[in-house]
């Protein structure tokens, strides 16, 4: 990348609210010192821009620090590059000199009282940077209020009309990293619970965004899954004989109960999952447990939504027996909640992996009658049943099952029924799928002919449906030529 023609390397949007920066004079200064060329743009907040290049105007390094990561290069680099070429072009080129003293070279030089004065002047100009100075040098007792004031005034700095668009989201969420970053940098990992109750900020916090902003790129959902895993991984750290577990259980446990995740299950459940290790703790399971039923009786309708929530849950117990009972009890749990799909589908496979082809056969056929209404699930206990047929060597099923799944849309079905006859019979079979087929929009009529290269029948298909013919004409050559012509043009005159 050159300096001359920059413009190509830089997405097309970023170049015009690069150049807006440029010609609106946000680029408030623009230094040399002796190695690189150091920019300071005003935008949503001052940010730093470095520029390296040779003697020829060839880029050697540019950096930004925004916290802009969809591209490669931001506005502010575009906007100092254009300041760049414009003070190159009219001959106004400083010669080398030795480097400039740097910053912390300055600082060191400075006694204790004159810093203090220069880090208060400076803090009172910039809220972020007074609010981040608290959290990072306050009492552990003071962390919360001063997490939150960070979090909160990276927000504040892009909400518009109480929302964020699309492209300030990923600096809406900059006091959030910023925290998780402490945590990672200065926390004490010892120091459980004041970890995760700064994790548990960001999650309020980050909760309340994601309600007003575009979150399209996802990037307050990752702070979320971040602030998450966080939790997961100190919980599994931790010593079971660590104190005050049931306080860290509680804290996490009402967190994860609060109605901001009542449309975000997802979210809860990886909370509550979370903190199961600490339900070795019996006072811990009883709770948890006591949450899961009453949370599993309010659930139980036909609202998809919420029999999805009560899936969850359901796997949440299961996974809660099957880690602190055994292995019998967890399958025995399964088996007397089979309303869950995720259960009955485990039962089966492991019937199956056991022989017990009856007693998969038969939740197979229940589950066909119960789901009935659920196009989905059927399908799935349909194809557990033809795989017992294939196992148990039932032909007859096995055709009937496989017919069945063929003309519902599954074309994997079509070899395997074909496998099953032999090639006298074929013929009588495959003109019969044909005309249950024809008129069926979904297109596996035409995977068919061109499988059993009917070209004959896919040049009558295309004649009556002209449109498909750039779609299929490979087929029909070089035999047909002259009738995909005829058709082409057709096609065009339509």
């Not at 017992?388 to 496989?402: G, S, V």
């Not at 035409?446 to 449906?465: A, F, G, T, W």
């Amino acid at each position: 990348m050159n300096l001359n023609d920059f413009e190509t390397y830089f997405d097309e949007t970023i170049l015009v609210r690069g150049l807006d920066y440029y010609e609106s004079g946000n680029v408030i200064s623009l230094e040399y010192d002796g190695e690189e060329w150091i920019a300071d743009v005003l935008g949503s907040d001052d940010y730093t821009v470095t520029v390296a290049f040779s003697d020829n105007g060839e880029i050697l390094d540019t950096e930004c620090d925004c916290p802009y990561d969809w591209g490669k290069y931001c506005k502010h680099q575009a906007a100092v590059l254009y300041a760049l070429r414009k003070k190159l072009q009219s001959g106004n080129i400083p010669a080398k000199s030795k480097k400039k003293e740097s910053l912390e070279t300055v600082l060191k030089n400075l006694d204790n009282q004159t810093l203090i004065s220069i880090i208060l002047e400076f803090a009172d100009r910039d809220k972020r940077m007074r609010n981040e100075i608290f959290l990072r040098y306050t009492k552990k007792t003071d962390s919360l209020k001063s997490a939150r004031e960070v979090i909160r005034s990276s927000i504040d700095a892009v909400k518009r009309h109480n929302f964020v668009e699309y492209r300030d989201v990923s600096q809406a969420t900059y006091g959030a990293y910023t925290v998780l970053q402490m945590i990672d940098d200065e926390m004490d990992s010892s120091d459980i619970m004041t970890t995760v109750s700064l994790c548990i900020v960001v999650l309020e916090e980050m909760m309340d965004l994601i309600d007003y902003c575009d979150d399209s790129n996802g990037h307050v959902g990752g702070v979320i899954c971040e602030s998450i895993e966080k939790i997961d991984n100190m919980i599994c750290d931790m010593s079971p004989y660590q104190k005050d577990t049931e306080k860290i259980f509680d804290v996490i446990f009402n967190h994860a109960k609060s109605s901001i995740y009542n449309n975000w299950t997802d979210w809860r459940i990886d909370l509550l999952s979370a903190i199961l290790p600490l339900c070795s703790n019996r006072i811990n399971r009883d709770k948890l447990e006591q949450y899961i039923s009453s949370r599993y009786d309010t659930t139980k309708t036909e609202n998809r939504s919420h029999n999805y929530d009560s899936r969850q849950l359901q796997r949440l117990q299961y996974e809660i027996i099957k880690q602190f009972d055994d292995e019998t009890a967890a399958t025995t749990y399964m088996e007397q909640h089979l309303d869950n799909s995720d259960f009955r589908r485990n039962i089966i496979q492991i019937s199956m992996r056991d022989e017990l082809y009856d007693k998969a056969l038969d939740l197979c056929l229940d589950g066909e009658r119960k789901d009935s209404e659920h196009a989905g699930l059927v399908e799935d206990w349909r194809k557990f049943r033809y795989e017992i047929y294939e196992k148990t060597e039932n032909i007859k099923e096995q055709k009937t099952l496989a017919l069945e799944l063929l003309l519902k849309g599954d074309f994997e079905y079509f070899s395997k029924l074909k496998a099953l006859y032999k090639n006298d019979e074929w013929q009588a079979i495959l003109q019969h799928i044909l005309e249950k087929l024809e008129n069926n929009p979904n297109g596996l009529y035409v995977k068919i002919l061109i499988h059993e290269n009917l070209k004959q029948s896919l040049l009558e298909y295309c004649k009556n449906h002209v449109n498909t013919i750039a779609s299929y004409y490979s087929y029909l050559l070089p035999e047909y030529k002259t009738d995909v012509d005829a058709i082409f043009i057709k096609y065009i005159d339509v």
